[in-house]
């Protein structure tokens, strides 16, 4: 958080003789506005929260999971930042469970982290999908589900691989909290494929026939290539 605070004054010069006030960056001239921001807001190109609640349910993935998805986006974890602004813990234990020591939000633990970076590169590499550049656990959740393009199947098996990942670093997280874990990403990337597999095993009968295949090939053990 002081880091934030601290790079957003780089460019920030004190003069002495110069009164202080606030200024409408995005007009300076004329100041803020009504009409202004409306019109930002209205040219943006952002996902909505109801964007990303359509892909919370999923008819494969367990509804516990779907719940905490649905709790994620909201950000009401009882992530170590959520916990101090109700007063539970001290700003002194706010730090990553992981182990960065950076401030443990929801964006942070999910996407921020070093653990939940590498597991996200290892993920997409499974997969053979591109790089998803957010901002945001929304925006992440709903570019990830359209990187394959394409078909209705491709979308469904990305949504589920999403919460099975969001799944897996929150279990980890908490197993590292109260019970001691320590694993590796690539143990966690195992997880996700096992989760998955289970997942879309009950549907999927030739899916069901090819485990091994599943670990190196997902998309053409489900016909998707």
């Given at each position: 958080m002081?880091?934030?605070?601290?790079?957003?004054?780089?460019?920030?010069s004190?003069?002495?003789q110069?009164?202080?006030?606030?200024?409408?960056?995005l007009d300076p001239?004329?100041?803020y506005?009504?009409r202004?921001?409306y019109?930002?807001?209205?040219?943006?190109?952002s996902?909505?929260?109801?964007?990303?609640d359509?892909l919370?349910?999923?008819s494969?993935?367990?509804?516990?999971?779907?719940?905490?998805?649905?709790?994620l986006?909201?950000?009401?974890?009882?992530?170590?930042a959520?916990?101090?602004?109700?007063?539970?813990l001290s700003?002194?234990?706010?730090?990553c469970?992981l182990?960065?020591?950076?401030?443990?939000?929801?964006?942070?633990?999910?996407?921020?982290c070093?653990?939940?970076?590498?597991?996200?590169?290892?993920v997409?590499?499974?997969?053979?999908?591109?790089?998803v550049?957010?901002t945001?656990?929304?925006?992440?959740?709903v570019?990830f589900?359209?990187?394959?393009?394409?078909s209705?199947?491709?979308?469904s098996?990305l949504?589920?691989?999403?919460?099975?990942?969001?799944?897996?670093?929150?279990?980890?997280r908490?197993h590292?909290?109260?019970?001691g874990?320590?694993?590796?990403?690539h143990?966690?990337?195992?997880?996700?494929?096992?989760?998955?597999?289970?997942?879309?095993?009950?549907?999927?009968i030739?899916?069901?026939?090819?485990?091994?295949?599943?670990?190196?090939?997902p998309?053409?053990?489900?016909?998707?290539?």
């Open positions: 002081l880091g934030e605070c601290q790079s957003l004054l780089l460019d920030i004190l003069q002495d110069v009164i202080d006030r606030w200024q409408w960056s001239d004329t100041g506005t009504v202004g921001v019109q930002l807001l209205t040219s943006q190109d996902v909505t929260l109801d964007d990303a359509n919370i349910w999923h494969q993935v367990s509804l516990k999971v779907s719940i905490f998805a649905w709790r986006l909201r950000d009401r974890l009882p992530t170590r959520n916990l101090v602004t109700r007063g539970v700003p002194t234990v706010a730090t469970v182990g960065c020591g950076a401030a443990e939000s929801a964006h942070h633990l999910f996407l921020s070093s653990t939940a970076g590498s597991l996200w590169d290892l997409r590499a499974w997969i053979g999908i591109s790089l550049d957010s945001s656990l929304r925006d992440h959740f570019q589900t359209a990187s394959l393009g394409g209705r199947a491709r979308r098996f949504q589920l691989v999403w919460l099975a990942c969001a799944w897996v670093i929150w279990t980890e908490n590292r909290l109260f019970k874990s320590s694993d590796t990403p143990t966690l990337l195992d997880k996700i494929k096992l989760f998955s597999f289970r997942w879309l095993k009950t549907t999927n030739t899916l069901a026939l090819n485990h091994h295949s599943w670990w190196s090939s998309l053409l053990c489900l016909g998707l290539v």
